[in-house]
Nanobody
Framework: QVQLVESGGGVVQAGGSLRLSCRAS????????VGWFRQAPGKEREFVAG????????YYVDSVKGRFTISRDNAKNTVYLQMNSLKPEDTAVYYC??????????????WGQGTQVTVSS
């Protein structure tokens, strides 16, 4: 089983930045497309960003375009989400998931436990 662990969450003021990391348990992770999702209190889990196995293709929801950047370092079995210009509405638990090139939660097999991101106004 592929285990995923997110880290890098925390509390930041509006306009600030955080970098989230998703580290996998083995090197087969480098062959997977990976997605970042988030879930705010009382809301359903939503797709945020995705990246292909090579890192050559990325996709973002409109609400984060120009502010968030997804990247990966396959040598470290790690995918990153750089989050800039954070807004209070970005507050959520952030999850990474694999494999998949899809915005649908049900298309992913492996999930991390999540990391909390809180953006104050």
């Amino acid at each position: 089983q592929v285990q995923l662990v997110e880290s890098g969450g925390g509390v930041v003021q509006a306009g600030g930045s955080l970098r989230l990391s998703c580290r996998a348990s083995d090197r087969t992770f480098s062959m997977y497309a990976v997605g970042w999702f988030r879930q705010a209190p009382g809301k359903e889990r939503e797709f945020v960003a995705g990246i292909s196995w090579s890192g050559g293709s990325t996709y973002y929801v409109d609400s984060v375009k120009g502010r968030f950047t997804i990247s990966r370092d396959n040598a470290k079995n790690t995918v990153y989400l750089q989050m800039n210009s954070l807004k209070p509405e970005d507050t959520a638990v952030y999850y990474c998931a694999a494999p998949g090139w899809s915005p649908k939660v049900t298309d992913y097999k492996y999930w991390g436990q999540g990391t909390q991101v809180t953006v104050s106004s």
